[in-house]
Structures are given as structure tokens and as C-alpha cells.
């Protein structure tokens, strides 16, 4: 598994986000059941762009590619820098929709796996024609491919057939059967965290194999696992807790425990996002606190944000009104450069924490320790938070108000019973609610998709470069805005003792694939 280190100093981008591989999505077209699937694809995919290219900051995302396989593989959208391509990845998802979905083919075996060296294929030269600086950060590639076939047969078929290709770029490569069970969405067990890699472990190979519903919202969140950080160079956050008490016997106290902690964001932040309703807030952002290991530059491995846990706090004692700012998960490091005991010691340890929170209903209150303390020699100010456990593995972590932020609350106190005929209207309009067990964000919707859309759709007067989409002229067809890849495909395999009949349109198609040589641009330019 690639691992890549690759911002310098002075990098106004966080290392671990150039760890975010680029991505190749491969869409593995089966009839009949691409009629039913089509749709929720499409729909998932254009709300996961409006909101991966919306987003302010550093990107979420670096490259993107989609093929898709039919008969035979077809690159729909050569790589793309996901931020500020709206527009193309707009219309590759148009493109999408209208796939063949009625009528019959007969799908070759080699397609699916000629698809993934293509797309490698199309990574390397990518990759070469960046600046060396640039390059370095597109050094690992996954690929995902959709489909609706037996998971274990396409992974059976992709493992024979490359198991004679160079893979060295290749950081991962999943198979996701799209199958079509009712989805039950709760906040304690989302799609993502549904899926389980144990078939895959079965099979003895290192493809993974996942499923998720054919719906809308299940896709969504798939796709929405892309945003997290997946960098695994060094752990993110150290939780300290105190030294032990010391021994009548030995008079020398424990050294303090220090759980090694990964941090994800339990959601994104409306002010990431341009025209919502909290766009003009910050509160997540105060100088020093969690959110600015999302903001700053590489840290040095020994320069990682600390929580000292200051004192234990009944979960009954902490007024919800003192919390502010957003929410982010504490979960056992990943770090590859622990060693497996270190790795297990932690987790263990991790999970004994969670479990005597919660059996002792207790909070803890620790101080943060900001990641950089700059040229100052004034000790900065301190962020203090409320650790809370959860019934997973994971610990929630949130901002807690002190003495400086506070601000005068005269509020009195309620009085024993209120007014006979006034309990009984509000008694009354309080049975007429809907009552639920639980909150539900997969129920909630806010139109935030459509906003996001219609504003990205603006133009933006932005000159396309020499990898961005040229209008090409199709036999018998418009003109349309499909993006030329920059080597040509690996060729389909015929059936043995007969040649391809190629249409037409195939021709055209094929065609697309090639960087036309500049007699050629000429000829096309001078066409009425």
C-alpha cells in the first residue's frame, strides 16, 4: 500500500491531504438491471460533486475519472482536478444517463479488467505531464468498480486477469455490488458503516468487496467516504491522560498514558459551503483549536495536537449551552508506522476508556495544546473541550465555553406548575405532533443539493487549459463536449478467428481517445 509524503515547507495544504488519492470510478453496465440503477447513480453523483466542488478550503479530492463497461470499455471522463470542474463532471454524469439501458449485448470477459489498465494507463500519463512538484502528489490511485453482478465472480474475474499486470500505482481496488435490499438509514449505523470486508478476506486476495443498496442515499454516502482524510503517515491527535497516583512502596508515580487518536469530522461545516445559512459563522474556528489540523500546514511528527485531560465530569453536570462549534470523532490510530503491539496495546486500551466512561456515566474535561506556537513567545490561548463516549469505538469531541466567552444569563427560574388552561393548550397541540424514538438526518432534507447546483452552474469565465474538453464532431450526431483522454485505449479483445465490427459511432467514439495531431485539429476546424 502506498503511503505518500509529499508537502513541503511552506505548503499551505496539509500533508494529509495530499494523501488523498486520485480516483477512478468504473461503472460495470449489466441489462436488465442498469434500467433500475441508472437513475440513482446519476442522482447520487451529481449531489456528491455539487458538494465535493463547493466546498472552501483545502481540496477533499485531487483526480477523478470515470469509464464505463458495456460491451466494451469506454473512458467517459479522462482525469480531472475535481475543484472548480463542475461543469464537466456534469456532463460526463449526463453522459451517464444515457447509457443504453434496454436491448442485448454479449459483454466480453476482458473488458472489465482491460478498463483497469486503461485507466492506470491514463494515471501514469497524467501523472508525467505534471510539474515535478505537482506530480509527486498524484502518486497513488483507487479504483472502484460498480456493479451489479455477483461480487465474488467480478472479483474472481478482475484478480486472473491482472494478475499479470503491474499494479505498483494502484492503491487499492474495490469491488461494490449494488444490490437491491430496502435500506434502513439510523445515526448510529450509516451505509459506509455497514459494510464488511469479510467476503473479501475470504476470497484471499487483496481486492475488497463491499455492498450498498441500490438508493439514492446510500450511494451518496459512499461517495461521500471520498471526503474524509485518508492519510495514515502519522497518527492525527495524542489524548493524555494523568499519571497514576503514586505507591506507598515505591514512591515514583506512572508515566501518563497517551492514546494515540486519529481524527474525522462527524460532519461538514455549513461555513465550507457558499449561501447557507450559517455560511457567515465560525464558530469551529478559533485560533488553535481541532479544526486547524484540517487548515495547516504539514506538522512535524513529533508536533501533534494534544488533549491533557485536566479532571473527570458527571455526564448529568454539563449544560448542552456551554458546548459550541462542530463535532469531531476520536477513533484508535491507523498509523501504519506504529508496530502492530503498539497498534493492538492502543486499541485495547482505547476501548477500556470508552467502556468505563460509560459505565461511570463520566465526561472528561481536557485542554488543547494548539499545533504551532509560532514566532510569539506569549503562551497562545487554551481550547478546552468535553470528551464524551459513544457505544462504538469512538469518542465525540467538542468545544466547552470558559470564563472569558461566558456572557450574563439573568434567566429565572420556572415556576412549580403553570396555568391550568394554558397546560392544557399546549398539552393539546404537543399530542397532535408526530412522535419519533430518534433523530434522523437521512430524513431530513434542505434543498441544500439543487442550491449547490444552480450555483456552481453559473459561468465562471475560466479558460480551459489543454486538458479540459474540446467540442468534437460525431458521425451523424451533434456536436458534444466529451473530453479526449490523452493515450489512446488498450484495445478489446476480438473472439478467437474473428475481427471486431466496429459501427460507425464506435468509430467516432473511439476516435475521442486519441490527441489529435495538429493537421487533424486543422482539418476539423476548416469542417462546415
Known amino acids: 500500500m502506498y503511503h505518500g509524503r509529499t508537502a513541503g515547507k511552506g505548503s499551505a495544504i496539509p500533508a494529509h491531504f495530499y494523501q488523498q488519492p486520485s480516483r477512478l470510478l468504473i461503472v460495470h453496465v449489466t441489462l436488465p438491471s442498469w434500467s433500475g ?3 440513482n447513480l446519476c442522482e447520487a453523483l451529481q449531489n456528491f460533486f455539487s458538494l465535493a466542488c463547493s466546498l472552501m478550503g483545502p481540496s477533499r479530492m485531487s483526480l477523478f475519472s470515470l469509464y464505463m463497461v458495456q460491451n466494451q ?7 480531472v482536478q475535481v475543484k472548480g470542474n463542475f461543469a464537466r463532471l456534469q456532463t460526463c454524469i449526463s453522459e451517464l444517463r444515457m447509457v443504453q439501458t434496454e436491448g442485448c449485448f454479449r459483454p466480453q470477459n476482458t473488458s472489465l479488467k482491460l478498463a483497469v489498465e486503461d485507466g492506470l494507463q491514463q494515471f501514469k500519463q497524467y501523472s508525467r505531464h505534471m510539474p515535478t512538484r505537482a506530480a509527486l502528489t498524484y502518486t497513488a490511485l483507487e479504483i472502484t468498480v460498480l456493479t451489479s453482478q455477483p461480487g465474488k465472480e467480478v472479483v474472481r474475474q478482475l484478480e486472473e486477469g491482472l494478475k499479470n499486470t503491474d499494479l505498483v500505482r494502484l492503491r487499492r481496488l474495490q469491488v461494490v455490488e449494488i444490490t437491491n435490499g430496502v435500506p434502513e438509514y439510523t445515526e448510529s449505523a450509516s451505509p459506509v458503516e455497514e459494510f464488511s470486508n469479510d467476503e473479501s478476506s ?3 486476495t487483496d481486492i475488497d468487496l463491499q455492498t450498498i443498496d441500490n438508493d439514492i442515499v446510500g450511494m451518496e454516502t459512499f461517495f461521500k467516504a471520498w471526503l474524509h482524510n485518508s492519510g495514515t503517515d502519522q497518527e492525527h491527535l495524542h489524548l493524555l491522560l494523568p499519571s497514576g497516583r503514586s505507591s506507598n512502596l515505591s514512591r515514583t508515580k506512572e508515566s501518563p498514558m497517551c492514546l494515540k487518536c486519529d481524527l474525522q469530522e462527524r460532519l461538514l461545516s455549513p461555513s465550507l459551503l457558499p449561501g447557507t445559512a450559517d455560511g457567515s459563522m465560525r464558530m469551529d474556528d478559533p485560533k488553535g483549536d481541532l479544526s486547524t489540523i484540517y487548515q495547516m500546514p504539514s506538522q512535524s511528527s513529533d508536533s501533534h495536537y494534544k488533549l491533557q485531560v485536566v479532571k473527570a465530569l458527571k455526564f448529568s453536570g454539563v449544560c448542552e449551552s456551554l458546548m459550541y462549534g462542530l463535532p469531531f470523532i476520536l477513533r484508535p490510530t491507523s498509523c501504519w508506522q506504529l508496530d502492530w503491539d503498539e497498534l493492538e496495546t492502543n486499541q485495547k486500551h482505547f476501548h477500556a476508556l470508552c467502556h468505563s466512561l460509560q459505565k461511570r456515566e463520566w465526561l472528561l474535561l481536557a485542554k488543547g495544546e494548539p499545533l504551532s506556537r509560532g514566532s510569539t513567545q506569549r503562551a497562545p490561548a487554551s481550547t478546552f473541550y468535553v470528551v464524551m463516549p459513544s457505544p462504538s469505538l469512538t469518542l465525540l469531541v467538542k468545544a ?26 399546549v398539552e393539546s397541540l404537543l399530542d397532535s405532533l408526530e412522535l419519533e424514538d430518534t433523530y434522523n438526518p437521512f430524513q431530513i432534507w434542505s434543498h441544500l443539493y439543487p442550491h449547490l447546483t444552480s450555483t456552481l452552474a453559473k459561468p465562471q469565465g475560466r479558460p480551459q487549459s489543454s486538458w479540459e474538453s474540446r467540442p468534437l464532431r460525431k458521425t451523424g450526431q451533434l456536436l458534444t463536449n466529451r473530453a479526449r483522454a490523452t493515450v489512446a485505449p488498450l484495445p478489446v479483445t476480438p473472439a478467437p478467428g474473428r475481427a471486431p465490427k466496429v459501427s460507425g459511432a464506435q468509430k467516432a467514439t473511439s476516435k475521442a481517445f486519441l490527441l489529435p495531431s495538429n493537421e487533424e485539429e486543422e482539418e476539423e476546424e476548416e469542417e462546415p
Open 37 to 39: 440503477i441508472c437513475s
Open 202 to 204: 475470504l476470497l484471499g
Open 400 to 425: 466547552v465555553a470558559t470564563r472569558e466567552l461566558m456572557l450574563p444569563s439573568p434567566f429565572p427560574l420556572l415556576p412549580e406548575d403553570p396555568p391550568d388552561d394554558s397546560l392544557r393548550t
Open 73 to 79: 470499455h469506454e473512458c467517459i471522463l479522462p482525469f
